[in-house]
T-cell receptor, first 111, second 115 residues
Framework: QQPVQSPQAVILREGEDAVINCSSS?????VHWYRQKHGEAPVFLMI?????EQKGHEKISASFNEKKQQSSLYLTASQLSYSGTYFC????????????FGTGTRLKVLA | DTGVSQDPRHKITKRGQNVTFRCDPI?????LYWYRQTLGQGPEFLTY????????KSRLLSDRFSAERPKGSFSTLEIQRTEQGDSAMYLC?????????????FGPGTRLTVT
């Protein structure tokens, strides 16, 4: 039931772009994205809801493909501060407010 | 508002002992979540509360785990008869909302080591 994220890890140079994918085997109602730095708690990035509503930071973008039961997080013009592990948290249909976190994607941005 | 706080930050206990952790959410937040996280893994859902009502509990949990949220304020997570496999970071998160979707704010966590 745990969502699968890809890639598992990625290394970027500053200014490069990255896409992180999150796929579920179940119908989804919403997807949350969080970033966690080593030794710290996860920090909210984005919420995507069935029907197209989104809430999040202006510099982060994401998509939610309800039919394919997946979401993608787009990181553009990466900065050193983007380094960390990214997790998607999925809420199954019909919406229970219970979130199952994905396998994680480790991202490292180099100067 | 200083965010979500958890106490203690670290706990070392011997196998078989009981431990209790406390979480103080952001004051106006209705929902409170408990997660467990091991190294390299995502947070694993344990349970969540809407105000004082415990609405769901993971089937992964045995009867040794219990959580409460009296009066819909702070919450406690108790683990009885701890086992070495319980060693992990225990995270608490809170969010606004009764029907709408809002982001979760995570606390710093309690790191449990069972020897």
């Amino acid at each position: 039931q745990q969502p699968v994220q890809s890639p598992q890890a990625v290394i970027l140079r500053e200014g490069e772009d990255a896409v992180i994918n999150c796929s579920s085997s179940k119908a989804l109602y919403s997807v949350h994205w969080y970033r966690q730095k080593h030794g710290e708690a996860p920090v909210f990035l984005m919420i995507l809801l069935k029907g197209g509503e989104q809430k999040g930071h202006e510099k982060i973008s994401a998509s939610f493909n309800e039919k394919k039961q997946q979401s993608s997080l787009y990181l553009t013009a990466s900065q050193l501060s983007y380094s960390g592990t990214y997790f998607c948290g999925t809420e199954n249909w019909p919406g229970t407010y219970k979130y199952i976190f994905g396998t994680g994607t480790r991202l490292k941005v180099l100067a | 508002d200083t965010g979500v706080s958890q106490d203690p930050r670290h706990k070392i206990t011997k196998r078989g002992q009981n431990v209790t952790f406390r979480c103080d959410p952001i004051s106006e937040h209705n929902r409170l979540y408990w997660y467990r996280q091991t190294l390299g893994q995502g947070p694993e859902f344990l349970t969540y509360f809407q105000n004082e009502a415990q609405l769901e509990k993971s089937r992964l949990l045995s009867d040794r785990f219990s959580a409460e949220r009296p009066k819909g304020s702070f919450s406690t997570l108790e683990i009885q008869r701890t086992e070495q496999g319980d060693s992990a970071m225990y995270l608490c998160a809170s969010s606004l909302g009764e029907r709408n979707h809002y982001e979760q704010y995570f606390g710093p966590g309690t790191r449990l080591t069972v020897t």
